[in-house]
Nanobody, 127 residues
Framework: QVQLVESGGGLVQAGGSLRLSCAASGRTFSSYAMGWFRQAPGKEREFVAAISWSGIDTYYADSVKGRFTISRDNAKNTVYLQMNSLKPKDTAIYYC????????????????????WGQGTQVTVSS
């Protein structure tokens, strides 16, 4: 069992930055690929970024490529999402998720492939 707790959300002006953190319980954290998804009001949840269990491979949605960076610290059981150059359209609830597996590649783009989810953290970008 893996429990995930996100933090770091908040209100920021357009062009600003935030760093989200996701703290995981469970000693097998380092074995699992991790991802970030987001859901804006009235919209479906969408993929944002993912990282392989080793941290070597990262994946991004086109909408955030070049602005967001995903990383992980397996010693701290934590995954991060550094968000720069934020835009109002980035406003959403951001969810951290764990696949519960070592799968990588396009597998990580799809939320049904994630077994564990956090409760989400709100990010609001004002214009």
């Amino acid at each position: 069992q893996v429990q995930l707790v996100e933090s770091g959300g908040g209100l920021v002006q357009a062009g600003g930055s935030l760093r989200l953190s996701c703290a995981a319980s469970g000693r097998t954290f380092s074995s699992y690929a991790m991802g970030w998804f987001r859901q804006a009001p009235g919209k479906e949840r969408e993929f944002v970024a993912a990282i392989s269990w080793s941290g070597i491979d990262t994946y991004y949605a086109d909408s955030v490529k070049g602005r967001f960076t995903i990383s992980r610290d397996n010693a701290k059981n934590t995954v991060y999402l550094q968000m720069n150059s934020l835009k109002p359209k980035d406003t959403a609830i951001y969810y951290c998720a764990s696949t519960g597996s070592t799968n990588s590649g396009t597998f990580l783009y799809y939320d049904p492939n994630y077994r564990y989810w956090g409760q989400g953290t709100q990010v609001t970008v004002s214009s």
